[in-house]
């Protein structure tokens, strides 16, 4: 069966970094979007990137825009977040999902990490 698994979540204060990695197990899956969400307490999943495999193009979400790297390493499938100058406010359980086409739902994604944890301290 395949999975999504991230890493590279930590503790970090206000204006640091952290670069999420994210793969799948088991088998190559073929989508042709992988995205990162994340997940605040109490808060509803939101979308905050996305990277298409077979062209450069990735998608943001507003607040995170020059802020924010998503890349990707097709040799070895595996998609990464930069997060530079993070924020108090981009603490949340991050999700990495892959699926057929791009959109900013949940409900677009058919594979999902366990997710892994930020948190940003002021």
């Known amino acids: 069966q395949v999975q999504l698994v991230e890493s590279g979540g930590g503790l970090v204060q206000a204006g640091g970094s952290l670069r999420l990695s994210c793969a799948p197990t088991g088998r190559t899956i073929s989508r042709n979007v992988m995205a990162w969400f994340r997940q605040a307490p109490g808060k509803e999943r939101e979308f905050v990137s996305a990277i298409w495999w077979s062209a450069r193009i990735t998608a943001y979400k507003e607040s995170v825009k020059g802020r924010f790297t998503i890349s990707r390493d097709n040799a070895a499938s595996t998609v990464y977040l930069q997060m530079n100058n993070l924020k108090p406010e981009d603490t949340a359980v991050y999700y990495c999902?892959?699926?057929?086409?791009?959109?900013?739902?949940?409900?677009?994604?058919?594979?999902w990490g366990q997710g892994t944890q930020v948190t940003v301290s002021s």
């Open positions: 999902a892959a699926g057929i086409t791009y959109s900013e739902s949940v409900k677009t994604y058919d594979y």
